[in-house]
């Protein structure tokens, strides 16, 4: 398959529509990507459409490298689940986030209720990350080092790793990660961090607490979890990617992105909110260079972990639980193709405007798009 850097030549092919990740690169960014479970590996229809490099050109486990997984009981690894997902990843050509080191949550109880001192559980995490990050040298282009360590208000959650270490546990976690693998990019990854207030500049806080420390951090991840209708403003999203950015990472991605209902099911207003909601959110990572690129949590409904925690909500995924593509997924796919265009500044929206952007593109002569 020939791959075009314009949409146009993309967009050429009689009867084919350009994929998300192929319009990203388009557009300029690394990749569109989606989380993925290893139970739903064995589901062919689903796996059709994520094994697709176009649709998707990044994949991040769901849970298997999380440390429940990885380091069951205290010295004993298993990569099994994390391995079949960077590996399935590897096969199909797509780039890999690794997910995630210290979190408080899936957190085995010989970590979260075991009995430590400063020093033992800075061994327990050195150990931790050392053995995990080393496991996967070379595969991870990033790392979401560090998870959810904020409150609502912006301060330090407590976990047993604040509560034993301090602070002083969130560079030491960056610390181990660099020197277990230097070439891959490190993130703090959090959510409700996507907007300005508290929690954003406790997010900022955390990359100055890393960077004075002398640790290497090299993003922050917005998980984006977020809900039909509340999002914040493509301005609000800009400015606190930008908070991000002047703190001194040198990227943003949205990580985990998914846009739910709080009642179900949605009508057709409901689904064209939703589908604005994910423009929105594009938008503001085509609107800034140093956002690399946006991952869905799972791309189709059928697999969403939204109506298992948050009850009476879900339908939250560009795909419904059929695989069949909602609002949403034309709309994302819209403003990637105008941004593909070089039309990435013009934050409006307008059907006019890509209807007119397709008719122009289907009109080059397919000879230029190859085969
Ligand atoms: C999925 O298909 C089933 C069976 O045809 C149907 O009942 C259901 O409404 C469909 N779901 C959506 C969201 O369209
Ligand atoms: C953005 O695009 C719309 C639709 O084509 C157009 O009406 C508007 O003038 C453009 N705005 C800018 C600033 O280019």
Redesign the pocket.
Known sequence: MYFSTTAAALLAIPGASAQLNQLAKAAGKLYFGSATDNGELTDAAYVAILEDANMFGQITPGNGQKWEYTEPSQGQFDYTSGDQIVDFAESNGQIVRCHTLAWYSQLPSWVGDGTWTVDTLTSVLNTHIANEVGHYKGQCRSWDVVNEALNEDGTYRENVFYTVIGESYIPLAFEATAAADPDAKLYYNDYNIEGTGAKQDGAVTIINLVKDAGAKIDGVGMQAHLIVGTIPTQSDLETSINSYLSAGVTEVAYTELDIRFSSL?PDDAGLQQQATDYGTVTQACLAVDACVGITIWDYT?KYSWIPGVFAGSG?ALPW???L?EKPAYSTISSVLAAAATGSASNATITTTLVTSTLITATSVPTSTSGS
Do not use: G
């Open positions: 099911p409904d339908a419904d639980e059929n069949s």
